[in-house]
T-cell receptor, first 115, second 114 residues
Framework: DGGITQSPKYLFRKEGQNVTLSCEQN?????MYWYRQDPGQGLRLIYY???????QKGDIAEGYSVSREKKESFPLTVTSAQKNPTAFYLC??????????????FGQGTRLTVV | GDSVTQMEGPVTLSEEAFLTINCTYT??????LFWYVQYPGEGLQLLLK?????DKGSNKGFEATYRKETTSFHLEKGSVQVSDSAVYFC?????????????FGTGTQLKVEL
């Protein structure tokens, strides 16, 4: 079955450590996205990528980094510079406009807790 | 910039009651509009969508109509079930620049009781 896989589902990090969240899709989508979800604030865009080897900052990119070396993969690194990293992180993918329906498909999320 | 405003929750209803969750938007172009649903501990699932004015999206008994004149996309269901308990997000898609960025509302939690 096609879909998006995020791993791990739960992640604990000590303060001062970098941590990388995995996101893989087999939907052949060009575009991929990372969102952060906090209670009562909806979803906020961290980074997005429309094509391999290219990505743009979203609304809250500070303290995060990404790479897009393969079409299927869009890992997110939460660095020690992120002041409040405890949150639920969601990865999504979609076709780009002109390629058909553009609705986003989401992974099951990774809950990151700083201890 | 683009924004989405939806009614705050939680909304608590009895089974078989009528549901309305209000959503209004602000956008510079002609966005597509979506409703997503999130069950506890899971990611978001697309519930329905509408891509142009006056389109009606529908799925699983839920409906929403793209109203350009009132910049609204209210979600309705005639008879809710306990299994509809979840958080519902209204979103719009900005496709300018060749991308497909989604802007979300803050979500509305729905609780359906027997």
């Amino acid at each position: 079955d096609g879909g998006i896989t995020q791993s791990p589902k739960y992640l604990f990090r000590k303060e001062g450590q970098n941590v990388t969240l995995s996101c893989e899709q087999n939907l052949n989508h060009d575009a991929m996205y990372w969102y952060r979800q906090d209670p009562g604030q909806g979803l906020r865009l961290i980074y997005y990528s429309q094509i391999v080897n290219d990505f743009q900052k979203g609304d809250i990119a500070e303290g995060y980094s990404v790479s897009r070396e393969k079409k299927e993969s869009f890992p997110l690194t939460v660095t020690s510079a992120q002041k409040n990293p405890t949150a639920f992180y969601l990865c999504a993918s979609s076709r780009t406009p002109g390629q058909g329906d553009t609705e986003a498909f989401f992974g099951q999320g990774t809950r990151l807790t700083v201890v | 910039g683009d924004s989405v405003t939806q009614m705050e929750g939680p909304v608590t209803l009895s089974e078989e009651a009528f549901l309305t969750i209000n959503c209004t938007y602000t956008a510079t172009g002609y966005p597509s509009l979506f409703w997503y649903v999130q069950y506890p501990g899971e990611g978001l699932q697309l519930l329905l969508k509408a891509t142009k004015a006056d389109d009606k999206g529908s799925n699983k008994g839920f409906e929403a109509t793209y109203r350009k004149e009132t910049t609204s996309f209210h979600l309705e269901k005639g008879s809710v079930q306990v299994s509809d308990s979840a958080v519902y997000f209204c979103a719009l898609s900005d496709e300018t620049g060749g991308g497909n960025k989604l802007t979300f509302g803050t979500g509305t939690q729905l609780k359906v009781e027997l």
